[in-house]
T-cell receptor, first 115, second 112 residues
Framework: EAQVTQNPRYLITVTGKKLTVTCSQN?????MSWYRQDPGLGLRQIYY???????DKGDVPEGYKVSRKEKRNFPLILESPSPNQTSLYFC??????????????FGPGTRLTVL | DAKTTQPNSMESNEEEPVHLPCNHS???????IHWYRQLPSQGPEYVIH???SNVNNRMASLAIAEDRKSSTLILHRATLRDAAVYYC?????????????FGTGTRLKVLA
């Protein structure tokens, strides 16, 4: 089954304790992206990656890191989480062809609480 | 900065058409207009996209204004399962890559 998986689905942590949220897709997609969703603000793009070893900042990259060492995986790293990073996080993937629309497939989300 | 503006909420009766509007007055010539929807407790799912011409698929139709500063997602016959938050998004191509700019979404309530 074609899918995007995220782990963990729920996480409660404390300020300053490094954490990683994993994202994996099995569709051989080049493009992967991380979003955060906050009430009243909708979804905002954090980082995206066009292919292995190619990443770039979205609209809200501060406090986050990413890496793309393999095509299927795109982990989101919070080196020193703070309470304002409490949010619902989504990973997404799509083909990257440079033309046409390229539908994004979203994971189920990770709800992060930073105390 | 590019952004999209949508009404916060809309209501529709079941089996009737729904027209969900979106303004994107700062759209650039190569920006694609995407629509996604998010059912409760799920990630967003793709609905439809377009560039300049109106588009139809099995889920919906997308009507794009001639100046591209607005668009309308049309659900031809709303069902209870269509109750969701609908997002109008610009996909901007910059330096050979894509950025996605989401609006805050319209919460659609479908009345039985």
């Amino acid at each position: 089954e074609a899918q995007v998986t995220q782990n963990p689905r729920y996480l409660i942590t404390v300020t300053g304790k490094k954490l990683t949220v994993t994202c994996s897709q099995n569709m051989n997609h080049e493009y992967m992206s991380w979003y955060r969703q906050d009430p009243g603000l909708g979804l905002r793009q954090i980082y995206y990656s066009m292919n292995v070893e190619v990443t770039d900042k979205g609209d809200v990259p501060e406090g986050y890191k990413v890496s793309r060492k393999e095509k299927r995986n795109f982990p989101l790293i919070l080196e020193s989480p703070s309470p304002n990073q409490t949010s619902l996080y989504f990973c997404a993937s799509s083909l990257f062809s440079g033309t046409s629309g390229n539908e994004q497939f979203f994971g189920p989300g990770t709800r992060l609480t930073v105390l | 900065d590019a952004k999209t503006t949508q009404p916060n909420s809309m209501e529709s009766n079941e089996e009737e058409p729904v027209h969900l509007p979106c303004n994107h007055s700062t759209i650039s010539g190569t920006d694609y207009i995407h629509w996604y929807r998010q059912l409760p407790s799920q990630g967003p799912e793709y609905v439809i996209h377009g560039l300049t011409s109106n588009v139809n698929n099995r889920m919906a139709s997308l009507a794009i204004a001639e100046d591209r500063k607005s668009s309308t997602l049309i659900l031809h016959r709303a069902t209870l399962r269509d109750a969701a938050v609908y997002y109008c998004i610009l996909r901007r191509t910059t330096s050979g890559t894509y950025k996605y700019i989401f609006g805050t979404g319209t919460r659609l309530k479908v009345l039985a």
